[in-house]
């Protein structure tokens, strides 16, 4: 994985003419990308991760998707659910290189029982925008025969469009980078992992967040 390029010719759901043909080298890392804090973390970050033309390609596609807005008193963004509009878009080629990077994360870090990706939504803070603290495990309230699992967090916006929207994790004695994250970067948490996003001060951050279902949890 580290330092490898998704090869999407062989992949039977990936069609080249679907949502425009995606190159090879578009969901591959930049030449500088690097894992943070790999080994024995509670979270692993693929920096530069994927290159910034499938941020922008992604953006692109949902572009004309309304947003809808939340504000439960607690957290407040705008949010769309990608999940109907991934066949009728063009957007099946993301499930498989996400997959594959949760996997990477997970046999070395977590040792989860997952299955699949399942639940992709892209979020976008503005100005006075955050996320409360919370975890993403749905259990108590889940009558489905899964739970979700695993959480990536993929960095859409460059860190210069932004400030605040910081990562903060409760009570880890690895506590989150406090710089921005770069473009096209991916954080890889267990779903029961808390964290939060802090208060945007200026400019607009954009966050694909993706959820790995499985098992329920025992």
Avoid at 53 to 80: A, H, M, Q, W
Avoid at 110 to 125: A, C, N, Q
Avoid at 160 to 182: A, D, R, V
Wanted: glycine content about 6%.
């Amino acid at each position: 994985m580290e330092g490898g390029r998704h090869d999407m010719s062989n992949d039977p759901e990936y069609d080249a003419t679907e949502g425009g043909a995606i190159n090879y080298p578009h969901f591959g890392p930049d030449e500088d990308y690097h894992i943070i804090q790999y080994k024995k973390s509670p979270y692993v970050i693929y920096d530069k991760f994927f290159h910034p033309t499938l941020c922008d390609k992604l953006l692109n596609i949902v572009e004309e998707f309304p947003y809808k807005k939340f504000n439960n008193g607690k957290s407040r963004f705008e949010y769309i659910s990608l999940n109907e509009n991934i066949k009728r878009k063009g957007l099946r080629w993301l499930r498989r290189p996400l997959k594959e990077l949760v996997d990477d994360a997970n046999n070395t870090n977590f040792m989860i029982d997952i299955t699949s990706v399942e639940f992709l939504t892209l979020k976008k803070f503005h100005v006075g925008d955050h996320w409360h603290w919370h975890h993403d495990c749905d259990w108590w309230f889940n009558p489905l025969a899964f739970d979700k699992k695993i959480t990536l967090l993929m960095e859409l916006s460059d860190n210069s469009e932004y400030e605040g929207g910081e990562y903060g994790e409760y009570m880890s004695t690895i506590p989150f980078p406090k710089q921005h994250l770069n473009r096209g970067s991916v954080i890889v948490i267990p779903a029961y992992y808390y964290y939060n996003i802090s208060d945007i001060i200026k400019g607009c951050k954009k966050l694909l967040v993706v959820n790995v279902i499985g098992p329920k949890f025992r």
